[in-house]
């Protein structure tokens, strides 16, 4: 790709006098996108070495009628099996499927009295997935951020740290790195935000309406996990879009477009498989909500101070900070801001030597 010629793509050099070669030193050199990627591939290979464990959907299939709740367990983790359900699609058609579940037992004896289904999950999986009954109904709040650094397979994690390669340094350069940490979390927790609101809205009208299809909305399971990095890149994505528009970059490898060519047409995309209720939906929402996001932040990215409020006073762009008499901080940030609409409205190359210069600095600050 075309990226890595502009001023702004390219790796910094390290500070005079500053950090060391090795050791922790060297850990603090890494960009916020670099250790995204890195805690991303740790999770997945760390998990592959874990126990794999079971997340019950809540739907059961009772042998035994009239049995109290409370004499039930699950059975032992050998006993599985796949049973037929029945269910009654949006648009009126009743199919039947089979699905994984494990033995439930009367409590004190080995008698199965019914079938619980559940999803096999990797360990750290089944702790952070995100899905609207456990991170929504069930107050698992963290679900919102932990998903976003889970994978299903090798290659949902290798074209989505792709993706974060080529495109999340431009966008930590822009904004800094503290700015760009909280703008890729929020991004990511907003495709969660419209994975849910689409999810619940389905699951409610199917509820109260039946089985009538409504273009846009999720009918899925409520306990239908969402993984993945791709709602904080498909916001990266449209970021870079507006930082650098007319980028050439090569689709699939081959084919060289604009990037806001290629961000908006993924997003077309998206916005057509969601409506059209094609495989992945509820991925295609996460994706959604991530691009809407990243669109909104990037513009307005003062919107992010407040997220970082958290981090205290040691970040320069909070409101914090600047509280503490640090008077000197409005005004760089208002330089920044100001040299950032002229890399917009007229290119990188228009900025002078002091500008640039002070750009550099405020993301090492950032």
């Not at 299809?213 to 904080?232: E, H, K, N, Q």
């Not at 806001?260 to 077309?268: D, I, K, P, S």
Request: net charge positive; with cysteine; glycine share 12%.
């Amino acid at each position: 790709m075309s990226l890595y010629d502009r001023d702004y793509i390219r790796e910094r050099e390290p500070r005079r006098g500053g950090y060391g070669s090795g050791g922790l030193s060297g850990l603090r050199m890494l960009s916020v996108n670099t250790w995204l990627i890195a805690i991303c591939v740790a999770v997945f290979v760390i998990d592959g070495f874990l126990p794999m464990r079971d997340v019950e959907t809540g739907r059961r299939l009772m042998l035994v009628p009239n049995i109290p709740a409370e004499m039930v367990e699950m059975g032992p983790s050998q006993q599985y099996q796949y049973i037929p359900i029945q269910e009654k699609l949006p648009n009126g058609k009743v199919v039947q499927r089979h699905v994984q579940a494990r033995a439930l037992v009367e409590k004190g004896t080995t008698t199965t009295v019914g079938w619980a289904e559940v999803y096999r999950m990797r360990c750290l999986e089944s702790i952070f997935h995100f899905s609207t009954k456990l991170g929504f109904l069930g107050f698992e709040w963290w679900r919102f951020v932990g998903f976003q650094f889970l994978h299903a397979n090798v290659s949902h994690l290798f074209f989505n740290m792709l993706g974060l390669f080529f495109f999340g340094p431009m966008v930590e350069q822009y904004l800094g790195s503290k700015r760009y940490l909280a703008f890729y979390l929020l991004c990511g927790m907003c495709g969660a935000f419209l994975y849910l609101l689409l999810n619940l809205t389905g699951y409610i009208a199917m509820l109260q309406f039946g089985a009538v299809r409504i273009p846009g909305l999720l009918f899925s399971d409520p306990s239908t996990p969402l993984v993945g990095a791709s709602a904080g890149i498909f916001g990266v994505l449209m970021a870079g879009a507006y930082i650098a528009p007319r980028t050439v970059v090569l689709l699939m490898f081959v084919i060289p477009m604009q990037l806001r060519t290629v961000a908006y047409a993924l997003l077309a995309l998206a916005l057509f498989n969601l409506m059209a209720g094609g495989h992945n939906a509820g991925g295609e929402a996460g994706h959604i909500g991530g691009a809407l996001a990243g669109y909104y932040f990037i513009r307005r990215p003062y919107h992010l101070h407040g997220f970082l409020d958290l981090l205290g006073r040691a970040d320069p762009t909070s409101h914090h900070y600047r509280k503490k008499g640090r008077g000197g901080a409005a005004k760089r940030i208002a330089e920044v801001d100001r040299i950032l609409d002229k890399i917009r409205m007229d290119g990188v190359q228009s900025l002078t030597e002091s500008e640039k210069r002070t750009l550099q600095q405020a993301s090492r600050r950032g």
